[in-house]
């Protein structure tokens, strides 16, 4: 059974930074792409950040870019979310997902973790 569940979620200031965990299990991590979606209250799902299956190439939406950065290490089962430079539109719920290993949308894939930028 597929598995991503994150962490690293908090309360954070304008400006400040959090870095997201994805633990994963139930499928072979490292022959997959995957990436980061967030979705804030009353809005859409949307992705954020994205990450091919060995690590070497990234996209990011304008609105992270230069301020995100994804990660992951196959050797841990884990990808990464580094956030700096926060924003109060950042506040959202945050998950991991792998598109080739299910379907659905953010809140269909479990709890994710929940940042809110606010001073």
């Known amino acids: 059974q597929v598995h991503m569940v994150e962490s690293g979620g908090s309360l954070a200031q304008p400006g400040g930074s959090l870095r997201l965990s994805c633990a994963v299990s139930?499928?072979?991590?490292?022959?997959?792409?995957a990436g980061w979606y967030r979705q804030a209250p009353g809005k859409d799902c949307e992705w954020v950040a994205r990450?091919?299956?060995?690590?070497?190439?990234?996209d990011y939406q304008d609105f992270v870019k230069g301020r995100f950065a994804i990660s992951r290490d196959n050797s841990k089962n884990t990808m990464y979310l580094q956030m700096n430079s926060l924003k109060s539109e950042d506040t959202a719920v945050y998950y991991c997902?792998?598109?080739?290993?299910?379907?659905?949308?953010?809140?269909?894939w479990g709890q994710g973790t929940q940042v809110t930028v606010s001073s």
């Open positions: 990450i091919n299956a060995d690590g070497s190439s990234t």
């Open positions: 139930g499928f072979t991590f490292s022959a997959y792409a």
């Open positions: 997902h792998a598109p080739g290993v299910r379907a659905g949308l953010c809140a269909s």
